[in-house]
């Protein structure tokens, strides 16, 4: 439970019967981190007098992608390579609880803006999974460039992924109430021109149109348009 700023929010924690025995949810690092990181994009977007911006279809889903991404942040540790693969949910399911690990190889993970057309992309979780596909390439892209810091709470802007989170956070407060999945992606690359004057606004264009994302992309009603074209400066 996620209210406006100035409230108390509530996070509660389950045993997953899943495995014999039961196994707590609060043991396992990344469901923790996930569910907080629930109310900080319920806060964080739509500014700090509403906590209900991230309501709705894409949205809604979206809430749950930035929650696996900020997961997969905090386990990232400075020998790991762009050929790691990460699973959520391992501990408590026994299994992982997504339909794809994460990984910037796409035979490993397919996922791509078009996948919002299926029926079965249309539940908060599968949206979710493909926003966070994108930003876990994203999120590749800025640490091959700038490294990876080994405390990522040190807040050290020069490494890739302290770097990755903040612009994360400061996208959020810079889209509008129940963005789509266009409006997430150009707050972030406008979050790099305001923090980094642009320096990485290839890099996360790169990311995007890698997985159907890019400058022609688009939804009318239901249906999504993948495009796989970036900005002509950031054309290889």
Known sequence: MTPPDGQHGVMRMYLWNLTTPWRDGALEQDIV??????????????????????SSGEASG????????????????PNDT?????????????????????????????????????????????????????????????????????????HDLQSGNALFLQLLLDGMKLQPCN???????????????????????CALWRAFAKRGLGTLAGATGKQHTESYVVPPDCAA
């Open 33 to 54: 981190v996930h569910e907080y990181t629930h109310g900080i994009s319920n806060r964080l977007t739509g500014g700090p007098a509403s906590a209900d911006c991230l």
């Open 62 to 77: 979206m809430g749950e992608g930035w929650s696996d991404t900020v997961a997969n942040i905090v386990r990232i540790a």
């Open 82 to 154: 762009r050929g790691l693969h990460l699973k959520v949910g391992c501990y408590a399911s026994g299994r992982g609880i997504r339909t794809y690990p994460y990984s910037t190889n796409m035979t490993a993970n397919p996922l791509t803006y078009g996948f919002l057309n299926r029926a079965e992309y249309k539940e908060v979780h599968q949206i979710g999974e493909v926003w966070a596909a994108m930003l876990y390439d994203a999120m590749w892209n800025l640490m091959d460039a700038h490294g990876i810091s080994g405390d990522l709470f040190a």
């Open 179 to 201: 963005p789509t999945f266009s409006d997430a992606r150009d707050a972030i690359v406008q979050a790099d021109h305001v923090r980094t004057g642009g320096a990485n606004r």
